[in-house]
């Protein structure tokens, strides 16, 4: 049974900066992973997408150069390294995972993890 969960939300200062992690367990082969938020009244959207080898990585243009996609496999996590937040990034951070070659933006997860929230408010 594939597992996904997540950790490192909190509240953080406009400007500041977070690492999300997502340790993943129970597949078979690797996963294509994929970070998503959600506001109250508002769809979840998509964010960020790493392949199962690590090697192509989609970040979405509203965080693009501010948002780090990234996953480990020697511990089996992935990771999203946040920077210079802003109070709209306020929301809750979901991983998901796809068997799939890419984690792209319109991609349906087959997996998802519980949420973290993070709050950017000063």
Request: charged share 15%; with cysteine; hydrophobic share 35%.
């Amino acid at each position: 049974q594939v597992q996904l969960v997540e950790s490192g939300g909190g509240l953080v200062q406009p400007g500041g900066s977070l690492i999300l992690s997502c340790a993943t367990s129970g597949a078979v082969s690797p996963l294509a992973l994929g970070w998503f938020r959600q506001t109250v009244g508002k769809e979840r959207e998509w964010v960020a997408g790493i392949s199962p080898t690590g090697r192509t990585t989609l970040i979405d243009d509203s965080v693009l150069g501010r948002f780090t996609i990234s996953r480990d496999f020697t511990n089996n996590t992935m990771s999203l390294q946040m920077n210079r937040l802003k109070p709209e990034d306020t929301a809750i951070y979901y991983c998901a995972g796809a068997n799939r070659v890419q984690f792209a933006k319109g991609v349906q997860p087959d997996y998802w993890g519980q949420g973290t929230q993070v709050t950017v408010s000063s």
